[in-house]
């Protein structure tokens, strides 16, 4: 069984709801019949596949165990081997069973070291975003609709192109704004210098105030407009001396939205922020001042089915 690399997906809206439901077992796939509670369960944001299913296609040599812990839960834990930033790693995921049949994720361990709630939401996300790219993959392949094909391809893969790119500048002013028509809106973004520590970023719409936000006081800020080619989706990236945002119009709720805040990652290069386009690729770096060869790369995929940007771990390059 190959081993996939974890893209840790830091979705904005990171919480999946790590709760399943499980089929009764039975004796056919595993030596202890209560493993297969989990391994023939599901996921509430996957009903349509099975956990056994996304493990073994994520994780090499993958095993199946039930225990009780000293305080009588009941525990099945699988273990597998996966990489992670380029290094081969061993994986071990516990799940917690109750008495309906129905169970949660526990203790996730990577090489034996423990992880936060955080990261096991986060590698779940990634197996079974994994999984559904396969699978999408596999329909692409024997699809003689075309338009289905194209629906198809957009989940796939980005492309995005810069539209603006401006400075916004309140070194010889105190206020500063940029106008664009996006999404056949009349958008206004404002920086408005208040006092020497407040600074506020203003979204208008037509006229109409939909955002606004204290933020990080600095003499300029750049922004740019860019356009995903597979969606037509535009969004918007403001970045500033301590944070960058990738933002945009929410036209079926008339709502401005942040998708992406760079204090939301990990940083552990301890670099400033910078949300960039690269052959037609987002990303979001964090690279200290002055080396260029150490820097924490983050790709930003648009899900145009979800409305939300997926945001997948490359590592330290």
Same mark, same amino acid.
């Not at 404002?190 to 970023?201: A, G, N, R």
């Not at 987002?282 to 790709?299: A, C, D, N, P």
């Given at each position: 069984?190959?081993?996939?690399?974890?893209?840790?997906?830091?979705?904005?809206?990171?919480?999946?709801?790590?709760?399943?439901?499980?089929?009764?077992?039975?004796? @056919?796939?595993?030596?202890?019949?209560?493993?297969?509670? @989990?391994?023939?369960?599901?996921?509430?944001?996957?009903?349509?596949?099975?956990?056994?299913?996304?493990?073994?296609?994520?994780?090499?040599?993958?095993?199946?165990?039930?225990?009780?812990?000293?305080?009588?839960?009941?525990?099945?834990?699988?273990?597998?081997?996966?990489?992670?930033?380029?290094?081969?790693?061993?994986?071990?995921?516990?799940?917690?069973?109750?008495?309906?049949?129905?169970?949660?994720?526990?203790?996730?361990?990577?090489?034996?070291?423990?992880?936060?709630?955080?990261?096991?939401?986060?590698?779940?996300?990634?197996?079974?975003?994994?999984?559904? %790219?396969?699978?999408?993959?596999?329909?692409?392949?024997?699809?003689?609709?075309?338009?289905?094909?194209?629906?198809?391809?957009?989940?796939?893969?980005?492309?995005?192109?810069?539209? %603006?790119?401006?400075?916004?500048?309140?070194?010889?002013?105190?206020?500063?704004?940029?106008?664009?028509?996006?999404?056949?809106?009349?958008?206004?973004?404002?920086?408005?210098?208040?006092?020497?520590?407040?600074?506020?970023?203003?979204? *208008?719409?037509?006229?109409?105030?939909?955002?606004?936000?204290?933020?990080?006081? *600095?003499?300029?800020?750049?922004?740019?407009?860019?356009?995903?080619? =597979?969606?037509?989706?535009?969004?918007?990236?403001?970045?500033?001396?301590?944070?960058?945002?990738?933002?945009?119009?929410?036209?079926?709720?008339?709502?401005?939205?942040?998708?992406?805040?760079?204090?939301?990652?990990?940083?552990?290069?301890?670099?400033?922020?910078?949300?960039?386009?690269?052959? =037609?690729?987002?990303?979001?770096?964090?690279?200290?001042?002055? @080396?260029?060869?150490?820097?924490?790369?983050?790709?930003?995929?648009?899900?145009?089915?979800?409305?939300?940007?997926?945001?997948?771990?490359?590592?330290?390059?």
């Amino acid at each position: 069984m190959p081993k996939r690399m974890i893209s840790l997906f830091c979705l904005i809206l990171f919480c999946l709801a790590i709760v399943g439901c499980g089929d009764k077992a039975n004796m @056919i796939t595993s030596m202890d019949p209560r493993t297969n509670i @989990i391994r023939n369960g599901h996921f509430h944001d996957y009903p349509n596949i099975k956990i056994d299913d996304a493990y073994n296609a994520f994780f090499s040599s993958p095993k199946w165990k039930y225990f009780k812990s000293d305080d009588g839960t009941e525990v099945v834990e699988f273990s597998g081997q996966c990489q992670y930033r380029n290094a081969d790693v061993n994986v071990r995921q516990q799940f917690i069973l109750h008495a309906d049949d129905t169970f949660e994720a526990g203790a996730l361990s990577i090489n034996e070291v423990p992880q936060l709630q955080l990261i096991s939401s986060a590698l779940i996300s990634t197996i079974f975003a994994t999984y559904e %790219n396969k699978q999408l993959s596999t329909d692409f392949k024997n699809s003689t609709d075309k338009q289905e094909k194209q629906k198809v391809v957009k989940v796939i893969e980005n492309s995005f192109v810069i539209l %603006n790119d401006d400075s916004l500048n309140l070194q010889q002013k105190n206020l500063d704004e940029r106008q664009y028509i996006s999404s056949n809106r009349n958008i206004k973004l404002s920086v408005e210098k208040l006092t020497d520590k407040q600074t506020v970023f203003t979204v *208008f719409c037509d006229e109409n105030n939909i955002y606004s936000s204290s933020i990080y006081y *600095f003499r300029e800020y750049r922004i740019f407009r860019v356009k995903d080619m =597979e969606s037509q989706c535009e969004f918007f990236v403001l970045n500033m001396a301590k944070e960058s945002w990738l933002m945009g119009y929410d036209k079926e709720n008339n709502k401005w939205n942040i998708y992406i805040s760079s204090n939301d990652y990990e940083n552990t290069v301890k670099g400033e922020p910078w949300i960039s386009v690269k052959n =037609e690729k987002l990303y979001l770096t964090y690279q200290q001042e002055g @080396i260029r060869v150490k820097q924490q790369v983050y790709r930003l995929e648009w899900d145009d089915n979800k409305g939300t940007f997926n945001c997948i771990d490359e590592g330290i390059q």
